[in-house]
């Protein structure tokens, strides 16, 4: 018997409530590079969460696709950032010395506000800002070994910590989170094909080592993805990449043959870079200005540090 297909659908995005100008957050020292830089790469805006920690945004994004949710035989939960997938009290672990208290996990939380009460919960915290994808690439492989499952909700959320700059790699990053819903029902897109990269011995690459890195990974990322899928780049509808440098994509299409303008990552200079969830922001602002026609293929990339590199592509149903 052939393996069934795996869908996604229901996108929903939360970010961080408090909106920032570029040179407001320059002004305050949210960022060390230069205003005139971070505007040439294509950012103008970006979002922080204030008083919300990672669950709150979770819960925001999952909010308004509950009803997609109802019954989920599991959920998982992506961080990029390993402490957000904890919810504790740090200051009551000190003084208790109980380590429960540093295992309060959101995705636990998330299962009893929305009364998934059938769902596993798995978290997914070491692969940086591909997480969501990888979320989406674990669920395809749980539904095809275990349909019962039905649905499974694929959630991420993060934050960054009080003081921290919101500069990665030269992005002017965003607070937010981002979730989708996979299932066996075909609605929404097919999963036609996930693959990752790691290069471990990048664990720590500075900045300039990840942008040095970026287009000959992502090129084969890319390659490799489409070879899995027996498709070619011209057999690509719309690449839905991560909020990156706008010059990037230029660079990439040339090297790759896809067509630029049909390169859409128009969410970069209102939101930055969302961590995990600039595929999902893209896409759903795609959906709001295109009708994507049926059979459509839309290819999914992302980079994130580890050095992790991932991509789905996608074929409109």
Request: net charge negative.
């Amino acid at each position: 018997m052939s393996a069934p297909d795996v869908y996604v659908h229901d996108f929903a995005l939360a970010l961080g409530q408090h909106e920032h100008t570029l040179e407001e957050s320059v002004a305050t020292g949210r960022t060390h590079s230069a205003a005139q830089a971070l505007r040439e790469a294509g950012f103008r805006r970006h979002r922080t969460a204030g008083a919300e920690n990672a669950y709150d945004l979770a819960r925001r994004a999952v909010t308004p696709i509950a009803a997609a949710c109802d019954g989920a035989g599991a959920i998982i939960y992506a961080t990029c950032l390993p402490g957000n997938g904890n919810i504790g009290d740090e200051a009551r672990f000190r003084a208790t010395r109980d380590v429960k208290h540093v295992m309060d996990f959101p995705v636990s939380h998330l299962q009893a506000d929305f009364g998934l009460d059938r769902a596993a919960a798995i978290g997914l915290n070491q692969q940086a800002c591909t997480s969501m994808l990888g979320s989406m690439r674990l669920a395809k492989a749980l539904l095809r070994d275990e349909p019962e499952l039905g649905r499974i909700l694929c959630v991420s959320s993060d934050r960054f910590p009080a003081g921290a700059e919101y500069e990665q790699a030269y992005n002017l990053i965003s607070d937010g989170a981002a979730a989708c819903v996979v299932s066996l029902a075909p609605r929404g897109y097919r999963i036609v094909a996930c693959h990752q990269l790691t290069n471990g011995a990048l664990a720590q690459a500075s900045d300039d080592e990840t942008v040095g890195t970026y287009f000959s990974y992502t090129a084969r990322l890319l390659r490799e993805t489409l070879a899995k899928a027996k498709l070619e780049a011209r057999q690509i509808d719309w690449v839905v990449p991560q909020n990156t440098h706008s010059k990037a994509w230029t660079i990439l299409a040339r090297l790759l043959g896809l067509a630029e303008d049909r390169i859409f990552f128009r969410t970069i200079g209102d939101i930055g870079h969302v961590i995990s969830a600039d595929n999902v922001a893209n896409l759903m602002m795609l959906e709001r200005e295109t009708a994507i026609a049926p059979g459509a293929r839309l290819l999914l990339p992302m980079a994130g540090f580890g050095l992790n590199w991932q991509a789905v592509i996608l074929e409109k149903v």
